[in-house]
């Protein structure tokens, strides 16, 4: 199983990315993936996750809205839509899948991680 993100970059604050993560393998594409993001010296944090079928998305606090996490299995994709974007967003961000039906808030809870992708928002 491998994941590969994209979609990083340099935006100001206020402006919008997209990242995306496309998965090798058929069973990954139904596997229950997330995006957790990580500053350095930082535990990597929760993002959004989102359920093998895409009809349940969960989101930590901090995203208040700003943020749109979904899926095309058919494309073995998930994407996470960034919007409003703040500069302590700043961050390495990873997608990562799990074979557990439920949707986890820790690292611990996924198998598979991506290599990350660089989020720089400037004020």
């Known amino acids: 199983v491998q994941l590969q993100a994209s979609g990083g970059g340099l935006v100001e604050a206020g402006g919008s990315l997209r990242l995306s993560c496309v998965g090798s393998?058929?069973?990954?594409?139904?596997?229950?993936k997330a995006w957790f993001r990580q500053i350095p010296g930082n535990e990597r944090e929760f993002v959004a996750g989102?359920?093998?079928?895409?009809?349940?998305?969960h989101y930590a606090d901090f995203v208040e809205g700003r943020f749109t996490i979904s899926r095309d299995n058919a494309e073995n994709t998930v994407w996470l839509q960034m919007n409003n974007l703040k500069p302590e967003d700043t961050a390495v961000y990873y997608c990562?899948?799990?074979?557990?039906?439920?949707?986890?808030?820790?690292?611990?809870?996924?198998?598979?991680w991506g290599q990350g992708t660089l989020v720089t928002v400037s004020s």
């Open positions: 393998g058929r069973t990954v594409s139904m596997y229950t």
């Open positions: 989102i359920s093998g079928h895409g009809r349940t998305t």
């Open positions: 990562a899948a799990t074979r557990e039906f439920n949707i986890g808030y820790s690292s611990a809870d996924y198998t598979y």
